[in-house]
């Protein structure tokens, strides 16, 4: 219990990263065509445009990728004390906050792009804070 209240901001902002992509990783899952159906017109008129599926499947990937380890990173924190995990996850999270902020750059969608940095800034803090 005491590794819980010594890392309560961490394991919070875990939590946030965990539900946020896993959550967006299993919407893809279930819901490929509508995704890729809205993305393939959101990139019609950017240099994604004929890419869309490889770049939705990389997407997909480094999502669950962040949620998963970010998933795996509060368990440790809370047996260990510290989480090696957490940090991988937190920092990948901050990557595919990037790619996607990169995208929505170029599709020239700026409300957008103000959302994602709406995650991006507790998602680097995160990592400074595990650094």
Same mark, same amino acid.
Do not use: C
């Given at each position: 219990?005491?590794?819980?209240?010594?890392?309560?901001?961490?394991?919070?902002?875990?939590? #946030?990263?965990? %539900?946020?992509?896993?959550? !967006?990783? &299993?919407?893809?899952?279930?819901?490929?065509?509508?995704? +890729?159906?809205? *993305?393939?017109?959101?990139?019609?008129?950017?240099?994604?445009?004929?890419?869309?599926?490889?770049?939705?499947?990389?997407?997909?990937?480094?999502?669950?990728?962040?949620?998963?380890?970010?998933?795996?990173?509060? #368990?440790?924190? %809370?047996?260990?004390?510290? !989480?090696? &995990?957490?940090?991988?996850?937190?920092?990948?999270?901050? +990557?595919?906050? *990037?790619?996607?902020?990169?995208?929505?750059?170029?599709?020239?969608?700026?409300?957008?792009?103000?959302?994602?940095?709406?995650?991006?800034?507790?998602?680097?803090?995160?990592?400074?804070?595990?650094?």
């Amino acid at each position: 219990m005491e590794h819980i209240f010594s890392n309560a901001t961490e394991i919070l902002l875990l939590a #946030f990263l965990a %539900i946020t992509f896993l959550q !967006s990783g &299993i919407d893809k899952v279930l819901d490929w065509k509508g995704n +890729l159906g809205w *993305l393939t017109g959101h990139f019609s008129k950017t240099v994604f445009k004929g890419s869309v599926p490889l770049l939705l499947t990389i997407v997909l990937l480094m999502e669950m990728a962040s949620g998963v380890l970010s998933a795996v990173g509060i #368990f440790q924190f %809370i047996v260990e004390g510290e !989480s090696s &995990i957490g940090f991988y996850g937190a920092l990948f999270a901050a +990557l595919t906050l *990037l790619i996607l902020l990169l995208g929505q750059r170029i599709a020239k969608d700026y409300v957008g792009a103000q959302t994602i940095v709406v995650y991006l800034i507790p998602t680097v803090f995160l990592v400074y804070l595990m650094q």
